[in-house]
């Protein structure tokens, strides 16, 4: 999450922008599994508007669907793999696609999420 972080840093120097955001739902535990796949913050602008800020994290909670968490016990760094390599095999496409699709409709089950946007 070294991004957010660069963001956030940014944004607060360049911008006098604060981005609060609690990322403890998507820290790994010990088995390399989250709490979330997204976390929601807010951003406060110096002009004292709000904005709200979903960083949105490829992740495993340890629920998903066996094929994913047979993927993951056969791959030990997905869904962190690096992207050097754009030759994905059809297992790894599939594994992060099914993943994707998971994360979304976690996102957009979300009861308040038409608020919440």
Not at 83 to 93: G, S
Request: proline share 3%; net charge negative; glycine share 6%.
């Amino acid at each position: 999450m070294e991004d957010l972080a660069n963001l956030q840093r940014k944004a607060r120097i360049d911008l006098g922008i604060n981005i609060d955001m609690d990322m403890t739902l998507l820290r790994p535990n010990q088995d390399k599994n989250s709490k979330a796949y997204y976390v929601k913050g807010t951003i406060y602008y110096p002009d004292n508007e709000r904005g709200t800020l979903f960083y949105i994290k490829t992740t495993m909670k340890g629920d998903e669907p066996e094929d994913l968490l047979a993927y993951r016990r056969k791959n030990a760094r997905f869904p962190d793999e690096t992207t050097a390599d754009q030759f994905f095999n059809e297992d790894q496409f599939e594994s992060y696609r099914k993943l994707g699709e998971l994360v979304g409709e976690n996102l957009c089950s979300t009861s308040d999420i038409d608020e919440q946007i």
